[in-house]
């Protein structure tokens, strides 16, 4: 087997992690504890009508802490979402955020500290990985969603409004103080997100995994992620109620996002950005559509690692060859399981294809593709999965 403990890697994960059935309970001690007196609550008007957000609220109020609430985040959050939550916090007064959502609002509120740590009143200066140079005010995540993992990652996706791309403010100093990670907040999402959101963690695992910057510990993470997501996606789409799924799916999630965010997505998510910001279409749709498809390109590149990958889904095999391709099948099957769409029944536009191609090429993270992908792989791709059925 091709493991990869020879390499030199540094492995930093800075957020306390607060976990479990009914942990959302200790969301204003945590704030207490870490120095926080007056939050901006970051969130969107779907968690607010959920009544996620409310039941956050009363736990501030019941312990005395005055608040402000954002809830103007959008979906594939924006560069005018950001600097609107910070231009609030800074009127009020704010020392501190509470993002309470899926991975919009918490992506939505790493940006609004990179705002606010810099005195500065526009985002776009702070895209890439050595930009943004000073702390982020105190952040607490409440994720409501397993997917993103964006409650332990270190960067922040948001939509560039005037050139249409998602960009990337990659930097350890977005990483959130705390995560109170609840599984018990997640039973209401609508069975289309789960699945969408859940083939998006494990595409975050899969990528991390197979990435060319991957590292033992991140390795790890993602092996689980991909057990515990293989093993539950399914149970937690058909049965929004079973609180032992919806634990595994969350779990899974923020292991995913523990390997990603020491690895780097790849491919999947190149074109799942492109995707993104061109139609404004669900981020784990876009992943769930091309990831097999990603993995069959891949192929000769990390074969082994794809058998890896099968075994931690739970299936067996002979030659490592047999692995790889069975990894691939139990993803198509998957994302059809869950019935995620078609390529073909979104409202993409194959006119589109060169550009999409373009933007991809260009993200930050084509590099860490296992295998190099060009321009015209990206064509051929975009191609090959829109005609597929
Ligand atoms: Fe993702």
Not at 275 to 284: A, K, N
Not at 361 to 380: A, C, F, H, I, L
Request: glycine letters at 8%; proline letters at 5%.
């Amino acid at each position: 087997m091709n493991y990869n403990c020879m390499n030199p890697f540094t492995f930093t994960l800075p957020t306390k992690v607060v976990y479990g059935v009914g942990a959302v309970a200790h969301v204003a001690e945590e704030l207490k504890n870490a120095g926080g007196t007056y939050p901006l609550i970051v969130t969107d008007k779907g968690i607010v009508k959920a009544g996620i957000t409310g039941k956050v609220l009363k736990l501030l109020e019941e312990a005395n802490i005055p608040y402000e609430v954002y809830d103007g985040v959008e979906a594939n959050p924006k560069d005018v979402n950001a600097e609107e939550g910070a231009r609030i916090a800074r009127e009020k007064g704010c020392d501190c955020m509470i993002a309470v959502g899926g991975g919009s609002p918490i992506d939505c509120a790493k940006a609004i500290g990179v705002l606010l740590a810099h005195h500065a009143e526009y985002i776009k200066p702070y895209e890439g990985k050595t930009a943004a140079t000073l702390p982020n005010p105190l952040l607490i995540t409440v994720p409501t969603t397993s997917g993103t993992g964006s409650e332990l990652t270190f960067s922040s996706v948001i939509t560039d409004t005037k050139n249409h791309y998602k960009m990337t403010v990659k930097s350890p100093y977005t990483a959130a103080n705390v995560a109170v990670c609840d599984p018990e907040l997640t039973l209401t999402v609508p069975a289309s997100v789960t699945a969408a959101t859940g083939v998006d963690a494990l595409t975050h695992a899969i990528e991390g995994f197979t990435a060319t910057c991957s590292e033992p510990m991140g390795d790890a993470a993602a092996l689980y992620a991909i057990e515990l997501i293989s093993k539950n996606l399914v149970k937690a789409v058909e049965n929004g109620n079973d609180l032992t799924a919806r634990s595994n799916m969350l779990m899974g999630s923020m292991l995913g996002g523990i390997s990603f965010s020491h690895a780097d997505v790849a491919s999947v998510h190149c074109i799942a950005e492109s995707l993104g910001s061109m139609y404004d279409l669900p981020h784990g749709t876009c992943n769930a559509i091309f990831l097999p498809y990603v993995m069959e390109y891949n192929m000769e590149y990390c074969k082994e690692r794809y058998a890896r990958v099968a075994t931690a889904m739970g299936l067996t095999w002979e030659t490592v060859e047999e692995g790889a391709k069975k990894a691939v099948e139990f993803v198509k099957q998957l994302t059809k399981d869950v019935k995620l769409p078609t390529f073909a029944s979104l409202n993409a536009d194959p006119k589109d294809f060169q550009k999409l191609a373009e933007m991809s090429y260009k993200n930050g993270s084509n590099g860490s593709n296992p295998r190099p992908m060009e321009v015209e792989d990206y064509v051929k791709l975009l191609e090959i999965v829109y005609a597929a059925k």
